[in-house]
T-cell receptor
């Protein structure tokens, strides 16, 4: 079993819909949780990060961490075609900086 | 800042040849990472440096792979000899520790910035 599980998709939704992207993990030592967005033929770029449990909001994006369930989510409100990309979750513990990555979910927003 | 700069962007080489990938990190960043991305295996960490010193190279597939960081502004990843199974997109990322507004975070998290990648094809 992988340390971080993420459904590769693709996930296809109409423009304007609320999108929910998720990752589950097995290592309870993970404290830092990040979401990266990767456009086709580009490198990943950091979208959001959270520490421990709770929610964090940034514009149309909300990151949520539930450590009791070992489950993290990224919500995108009012989704736009420009949000079409692969979204990767990544996480790490407090003892080192090696990020453990999910496989990435390919998101397609249909106009 | 121009961001992390990788060269070449594309490389096609024959099996058995030596391949050298280059990376210029963002100035001021003290961490540098080399990743490989494939459809089958996703994003894999190969090696990372802190202050130019290799910290963890456990992800390097085998002795054919080597990485150096002679100074804070340059790193190379070399494959010798190359094999078709090495075909992938290789990313370099640089970063720094950021505690930001993370109340209670003991050490902060690693804020990483990726380059555009080098698409390597070994035929």
């Amino acid at each position: 079993q992988k340390e971080v599980e993420q459904d590769p998709g693709p996930l296809s939704v109409p423009e304007g819909a609320i999108v929910s992207l998720n990752c589950t993990y097995s290592n309870s030592a993970f404290q830092y949780f990040m979401w990266y967005r990767q456009y086709s033929r580009k490198g990943p770029e950091l979208l959001m990060y959270t520490y421990s449990s709770g929610n964090k909001e940034d514009g149309r994006f909300t990151a949520q961490v539930d450590k009791s369930s070992k489950y993290i989510s990224l919500f995108i409100r009012d989704s736009q075609p420009s949000d079409s990309a692969t979204y990767l979750c990544a996480m790490s513990g407090d003892s080192n900086y090696q990020l453990i990555w999910g496989a990435g979910t390919k998101l397609i927003i249909k106009p | 800042d121009a961001g992390v700069i990788q060269s070449p962007r594309h490389e096609v080489t024959e099996m058995g040849q030596e391949v050298t990938l280059r990376c210029k990190p963002i100035s001021g960043h003290d961490y540098l990472f080399w990743y490989r991305q494939t459809m089958m295996r996703g994003l894999e960490l190969l090696i990372y440096f802190n202050n130019n010193v290799p910290i963890d190279d456990s992800g390097m597939p085998e002795d054919r792979f080597s990485a150096k960081m002679p100074n804070a502004s340059f790193s190379t990843l070399k494959i010798q000899p190359s094999e078709p199974r090495d075909s992938a997109v290789y990313f370099c990322a640089s970063g720094y520790r950021d505690r930001g507004s993370l109340l209670g975070a003991r050490r902060g998290y690693l804020k990483a910035f990726f380059g555009q990648g080098t698409r390597l094809t070994v035929v």
